[in-house]
């Protein structure tokens, strides 16, 4: 192979990124349908060709892998420059913007759920119940208590994981399905409560829940001629990052390692001395932690939060986040986040069937894909070994 | 009314809710049983079941026209409903059920959970408006049309169609245990559920019983959804997600595996309902969610339910 220069990675780099980056606004802009379709010919095609041409992809591969930390700085610098480059490009930016903030919010929210489920084990079926608990912790707590939402926010993910705490510490004894089931029936309870709860509002919900006053920065005011959706953009965006960075360390250390073996093989792990439990319960208040403040993010932004937003179909949302882009893989959930929750809104006239397609994906998912569209990758620690093999 | 007719108020609402959740949780014993699945569509085929025997009702008169008398209309549309739907969830267990049980357990449920909302929506959208509430048509008026339909027990009423619905309960669990213990079908079913490949061994068609599984459980929930349309005259869309937590819940405080543990949790989660609702001030609201505390209760302080055998891990 011949021996390439750094600027030459780096230039392949930012290219891809920048074709990707450029293509996603024009998917935004062109209104029809037909954008979507062509959209999945060229996926079909790249998929070909990477077939085809091996070498020139795994030349892009290599320089993405010995360029990891450009690739995600510029990433980063793209992301930030979202809202003003979308302004130009697309005119109902605004709108887009909304959905993009939505997709990060379930991105955080299925990131929890991914440390639990993908690299734990836990098969947590009330993700919804949790976001929920964080979005009225926020609501109630600024609603009639008139807390800013420095606090509201991390006091979201807080209550979430003080309610983890609360429902998971006595079914530790429960194992796998029995697991699953118990968290399935809290998920209902959840529901069951809020609509006949009357200090939330019932079914009528929280409403008129105060916009987000940072340090004195109103985030209903629109900076820079812009629309007042940015701030909440950069506020998850930069959660989300966050999140990313904790996830990510987490699972590259000692600890997801642990969490892995507790995964593959629990009664294994137990016998080596790792206190499966105590790891457990770790990864589920962290898991809950985030879904808390997805929720709770939520909340201040929409202003309105009712029972039906918190529903196993939005646990099955983002259960289905974790399976499609393949449970224990960081990059997997935010693709994953992309495909179900911004690509249907280009599909306004299935709209009505898309809990539909949400149930048959996930059905199909497990049937034919079961690892997801980007499986997990071993372990490899030793770099010697992984040239040999 | 005095104390005694409160209690005998609370036990008949409860036994009479118990039958339709035996019913639900005797499907997924069944299933447990012959496919390692928990196979939570089962409340969605249930609903389906609901308005499959709305449908038939709705071609009454044609029916009535063929020259069927009237006894003879309300079995056909037992039977029928009972075969059709068995025969939906057999198609069900052919397409998704099957190919998902290999995997965990928990994949499994998901899949089925996944499926199950599939069910539901494919009802709403595509069944004649329905995403409203249907009304049940009744089925049982004309048979009690010169009684006073009801008679008093200290001081509570029973109707005399709540009666029959508890002479059909108590008779198609008889029948389905006489089925499962002494024909050779059931000998089968038992033999498929304890050990798949010495039953293959033996000579058994594990698909062939794996499907009439499937076919005997959706059948069963056909039964318990026309006793549950005729109890509550109205049916919803998503009225089988509840349903399907209930029956799996109530399996699982029985025992899974257990078909007379799914009976007797059928009626511990309904009893319980009923006693919340007639005793916690606003029970009726939180009822539910005091029968799913208490399944919570059960899992954790005795997971392999009431009759169920101790399960150890094994490595």
């Known amino acids: ?389 | 009314m005095s104390g005694f007719a409160v209690i005998l108020q609370i036990l008949f609402n409860g036994i009479m809710l118990g039958i339709q959740y035996s019913m639900i949780a005797v499907g997924f014993t069944l299933f447990r049983g012959v496919l390692n699945v928990l196979n939570f569509s089962h409340g969605d085929v249930f609903m389906v079941g609901a308005f499959i025997s709305m449908t038939l009702m709705g071609a009454f008169g044609v029916m009535s026209a063929a020259g069927l008398s009237y006894i003879g209309l309300i079995i056909v549309i037992f039977i029928l409903s009972m075969i059709l739907l068995g025969i939906i969830g057999v198609i069900f267990e052919r397409l998704a059920v099957k190919p998902v049980s290999k995997g965990p357990v928990t994949m499994s449920l998901l899949a089925t959970l996944g499926l199950g909302i599939a069910i539901r929506e494919a009802v709403r959208l595509f069944y004649p408006r329905g995403g409203e509430s249907k009304k049940f048509p009744e089925l049982f008026h004309k048979l009690f049309e010169g009684t006073k339909g009801a008679f008093e027990f200290s001081g509570v009423i029973f109707r005399y169609e709540n009666i029959l619905f508890l002479i059909i309960g108590v008779a198609v669990v008889l029948i389905l245990a006489f089925f499962i213990n002494k024909t050779k079908m059931g000998l089968a079913i038992r033999a498929v559920a304890q050990d798949a490949e010495c039953a293959l061994m033996m000579g058994v068609n594990k698909d062939f019983i794996i499907d009439l599984t499937f076919f005997i459980g959706s059948a069963l929930a056909a039964l318990a959804a026309i006793l549950y349309g005729l109890y509550y005259n109205t049916i919803v869309f998503d009225m089988g997600a509840l349903m399907g937590v209930i029956g799996l819940s109530a399996a699982v405080v029985g025992g899974l595996g257990n078909i007379y543990g799914a009976i007797i949790g059928g009626f511990v989660f309904s009893l319980t309902e009923a006693l919340s609702a007639a005793l916690i001030p606003r029970g009726s609201e939180f009822m539910d969610v005091v029968a799913f505390a208490v399944v919570i209760l059960f899992l954790i302080f005795r997971p392999s339910g009431i009759l169920g055998e101790k399960v150890f891990e094994r490595v």
């Open chain 1, 1 to 389: 192979m011949m021996k390439k220069n750094r600027f030459f990675d780096k230039f392949i780099v930012a290219l891809v990124e920048l074709i990707v980056y450029f293509y996603i606004m024009i998917f935004f802009r062109v209104e029809s349908v037909w954008i979507l379709i062509i959209t999945v010919i060229l996926l079909g095609v790249i998929f070909y060709l990477s077939k085809k041409f091996k070498k020139t992809f795994e030349l892009i591969n290599d320089s993405f892998t010995k360029n990891s930390k450009f690739a995600t700085f510029l990433i980063v610098i793209l992301m930030i420059a979202f809202p003003f480059v979308s302004k130009l490009i697309v005119p109902l930016y605004i709108y887009w913007l909304l959905i993009t903030i939505q997709t990060f919010i379930f991105a955080i929210v299925a990131l929890g759920l991914n440390f639990q489920a993908g690299t734990t084990g836990v098969m947590n079926l009330s993700s919804a119940a949790f976001y929920g608990v964080g979005a009225y912790t926020a609501g109630y707590l600024a609603l009639h208590y008139k807390l800013p939402a420095i606090l509201t926010i991390p006091l979201g993910g807080i209550a979430a994981s003080i309610f983890g705490l609360l429902l998971f510490i006595p079914i530790f004894r429960a194992r796998g399905q029995y697991f699953a089931l118990i968290t399935l029936a809290f998920g209902y309870m959840f529901v069951l409560s809020l609509n006949n709860l009357n200090f939330v509002g019932g079914p009528q919900g929280l409403k008129n829940i105060p916009p987000i006053n940072l340090f004195g920065y109103n985030f209903q005011k629109a900076p820079f001629g812009t629309h007042f959706y940015v701030n909440y953009y950069y506020l998850v965006l930069i959660i989300l990052l966050i999140a990313l960075l904790i996830f990510q360390r987490l699972y590259n250390s000692w600890i997801g390692l642990t969490l892995n073996y507790i995964r593959d093989d629990e009664p294994a792990a137990k016998g080596c001395g790792v206190s499966t439990n105590k790891w457990k319960l770790m990864t589920l208040l962290i898991g809950n932690f985030f879904m808390g403040i997805g929720g709770a993010i939520y909340a201040h932004m929409i202003g309105f939060i009712s029972p039906p937003n918190f529903t196993l179909t939005i646990s099955l949302l983002i259960i289905s986040i974790v399976l499609l882009g393949g449970s224990d893989n960081i990059i997997g959930v935010l693709v994953g986040a992309f495909i179900l929750v911004l690509i249907p809104e280009k599909l306004r006239v299935i709209t009505e069937y898309r809990v539909m397609l949400y149930g048959l994906l996930i059905v199909l998912i497990l049937i034919f894909r079961p690892k997801g569209l980007i499986p997990f990758k071993e372990r490899i620690y030793d770099k010697v070994i992984a040239k040999e093999n």
